[in-house]
């Protein structure tokens, strides 16, 4: 079953830390750019966190940069978010995407991803920060 599967989500006080990671099964993630998208209640889903397939580039919108890192294991056949420094409105149901044809366009796909249709999509990992 080709799927991605996304884990590490919780409770975590404002400025805490909290890493997700985000597992491929029945592909493998090496020929993906990925990303990592959420959606808070009551919002539309938003970007984003995103990384390229060969070397790795990053982009972060700018809701998140400085505080979050995405990284890849492609060994492990999965990608990772760490989120650092987190506030109450990180709060939303965290997924990860990936697509084959968006490499080499990551800051297309975090920002613009509603546009494209991504090959795979995660069910979801929700994240509450909350004291």
């Known amino acids: 079953q080709l799927q991605l599967v996304e884990s590490g989500g919780g409770l975590v006080q404002p400025g805490g830390s909290l890493m997700l990671s985000c597992a491929a099964s029945?592909?493998?993630?090496?020929?993906?750019?990925i990303g990592w998208f959420r959606q808070a209640p009551g919002k539309e889903r938003e970007g984003g966190s995103c990384i390229d397939s060969s070397d790795a580039r990053t982009y972060y919108v700018d809701a998140v940069k400085g505080r979050f890192t995405i990284s890849r294991d492609n060994a492990k056949n999965t990608v990772y978010l760490q989120m650092n420094s987190l506030k109450p409105e990180d709060t939303a149901v965290y997924y990860c995407?990936?697509?084959?044809?968006?490499?080499?366009?990551?800051?297309?796909?975090?920002?613009?991803?509603?546009?494209?249709?991504?090959?795979?999509w995660g069910k979801g990992t929700l994240v509450t920060v909350s004291s």
């Open positions: 995407a990936a697509d084959r044809a968006l490499r080499g366009a990551i800051q297309a796909m975090c920002t613009f991803f509603p546009y494209y249709g991504m090959d795979y």
């Open positions: 029945g592909f493998t993630l090496d020929d993906y750019a």
